[in-house]
Nanobody
Framework: QVQLVESGGGLVQAGGSLRLSCAAS????????MGWYRQAPGKQRELVAL???????NYADSVKGRFTISRDNAKNTVYLQMNSLKPEDTAVYYC??????????????WGKGTLVTVSS
């Protein structure tokens, strides 16, 4: 069981920055991948950024060059640095952890989400 707690959301003007944090209850060494997803009103949840235990990262095209995902293994925490924010970045941001049990079996864990609102 992995518990995830997000923080750092809030209201910011367009062009501003925020840093989201996701603290995990377990060592993130044991977590295969951690990522940030977001869900805007009336839209489906979408992947924003992902980091694997091997150090690989992946970003949605819409945030490339503006957002950076990073991890602090000592603190069991993953961060999302968001720069040059746009109104369309407004959403609830969720932290996700994927733990692989086998090649064909694993489990997703989710935080409760943190709201990011970008005003124009």
């Amino acid at each position: 069981q992995v518990q995830l707690v997000e923080s750092g959301g809030g209201l910011v003007q367009a062009g501003g920055s925020l840093r989201l944090s996701c603290a995990a209850s377990a060592s993130i060494f044991s977590i295969n991948a951690m990522g940030w997803y977001r869900q805007a009103p009336g839209k489906q949840r979408e992947l924003v950024a992902l980091t694997t235990s091997g150090g690989n990262t992946n970003y949605a095209d819409s945030v490339k060059g503006r957002f950076t995902i990073s991890r602090d293994n000592a603190k069991n925490t993953v961060y999302l640095q968001m720069n040059s924010l746009k109104p369309e970045d407004t959403a609830v941001y969720y932290c996700n952890a994927y733990v692989e049990f086998s090649a064909m079996d694993g489990m997703d864990y989710w935080g409760k989400g943190t709201l990011v609102t970008v005003s124009s």
